[in-house]
């Protein structure tokens, strides 16, 4: 199957017609209404700094906020409030430090400053947000991602005390929970989040949810 290009007209392929490995179209740009469109059809991308790669890989890593799993030495770290918690207190420090933290057997990220640049506008619309974990004033962890409709698809998270990005993420899965959201997009596997409870669905069950939990 041959991988689509896309241009300046605003929209994307079927996720069915995605190569084996996810890969299903490159191009574009990250206008805040591709981004947008590229959400609610399940997509996301990958910036490798000369073009968006959109990516819709089947199965797909997600998280049921009912299923989240809290080991007991995570429970008495809440139970202690170990880090101040908080919610869009500072967006730009949050994708700044993901954008920047060095991690273990990756050469940088994905985040280049033009990705930084479309997130940071889709905060100031009120559609991307960050949650925060603080020590002593200082920010430690953390992560940020879209909110849509009654999904929440998580982007990047960063740690730099140990258990700051899983405390910030399990606090915020709980505010989500209350808020009504029933499905947490974490893309592709990690044993980090499996750990929380994340599994996969098949891609096809995925982008239903999506149509049932996104307001048209």
Known sequence: MALHILNERL????TEEALEDGLLAIGGDLSVERLILAYRKGIFPWYDGKAPLWWSPNPRFVLLPDELQVSKSMKTL???NAFEFTIN??????INACKDTERKGQDGT???HEVAKAYTELHKMGIA???EAWQDGILVGGLYGIRMGKVFFGE???S?????SKYA???YVEELKKEGVLLIDCQVYTEHLESLGAKMILRQQFTHLLEQLIDK
């Open 78 to 80: 809440l139970k202690r």
């Open 160 to 164: 730099h005390r140990s258990n700051a």
């Open 129 to 131: 947000h960050s949650a």
């Open 156 to 158: 990047s998270m960063f």
């Open 110 to 112: 994905w985040i280049k």
């Open 169 to 171: 993420f399990i606090k």
């Open 89 to 94: 207190k500072d967006f730009t420090a949050v």
């Open 11 to 14: 929209w994307f392929p079927s």
